[in-house]
């Protein structure tokens, strides 16, 4: 079973705008991560945050976590065209550190 | 560092029939996964590897999926037989995770399945 949802389902804003996708989650987790996945194509990790950080940045990418509402946000700073795509936020958890994904966000930066 | 090759990217199949998917994951990956992506949903693990024993498969329907992990390099996902609803992405990933450390996934391009 999918563990969590992304939230919105679907996002269109203009090109240099800042785009925040929503992830919220059931369990307790080891990691939190957000992927991206184009067209057609596979997925492709961007960021990853365990639970003791509260906040992590990698370029045009932020990521918070809240552990207390079990939910975490990802913030695309100044978004080109190039962003749209599905983004997807995973959950490990458990002894084998299972990769549980949510329904993702579909992104689109219009130009 | 060359990525997750699967084959084949495409196949067209009526149902009940079989079909088989190939994965071979980055070199030195201890752990492979088997995700099944239905058009619009988020990837469902199908069945990880741990080196060539599996450690979780509780999603993989076993009345007709089966996978193995052929000396702990290459995979195969056969579907026997198939039904309407196995229609999505088979996507196949690696990670160097060991016994410990963050387990982050390189994905194939995916091998995409229609049943008609």
């Known amino acids: 079973s999918q563990q969590g949802e992304e939230d919105p389902q679907a996002l269109s804003i203009q090109e240099g705008e800042n785009a925040t996708m929503n992830c919220s989650y059931k369990?307790?987790?080891?990691?939190l991560q957000w992927y991206r996945q184009n067209s057609g194509r596979g997925l492709v990790h961007l960021i990853l945050i365990r639970s003791n950080e509260r906040e992590k940045h990698s370029g045009r990418l932020r990521v918070t976590l809240d552990t207390s509402k079990k939910s975490s946000s990802l913030l695309i700073t100044a978004s080109r065209a190039a962003d749209t795509a599905s983004y997807f936020c995973?959950?490990?958890?458990?002894?084998?550190?299972?990769?549980?994904f949510g329904s993702g966000t579909q992104l689109t930066v219009l130009p | 560092e060359a990525g997750v090759a699967q084959s084949p990217r495409y196949k067209i199949i009526e149902k009940r029939q079989s079909v088989a998917f190939w994965c071979n994951p980055i070199?030195?990956?201890?752990?492979l996964y088997w995700y099944q992506q239905i058009l619009g949903q988020g990837p469902k693990l199908l069945i990880q590897?741990?080196?060539?024993?599996?450690?979780?498969d509780s999603q993989l329907p076993k009345d007709r999926f089966s996978a193995e992990r052929l000396k702990g390099v290459d995979s195969t996902l056969k579907i026997q037989p198939a039904k309407l609803e196995d229609s999505a992405v088979y996507l196949c990933?690696?990670?160097?995770?060991?016994?410990?450390?963050?387990?982050?996934?390189?994905f194939g391009a995916g091998s995409r399945l229609t049943v008609l």
């Open positions: 369990t307790s987790i080891n990691n």
């Open positions: 990933a690696s990670s160097p995770l060991g016994s410990s450390g963050a387990n982050v996934l390189t």
């Open positions: 590897f741990q080196n060539n024993g599996v450690v979780d």
């Open positions: 070199s030195g990956h201890a752990t």
């Open positions: 995973a959950k490990t958890s458990g002894s084998a550190r299972q990769l549980t």
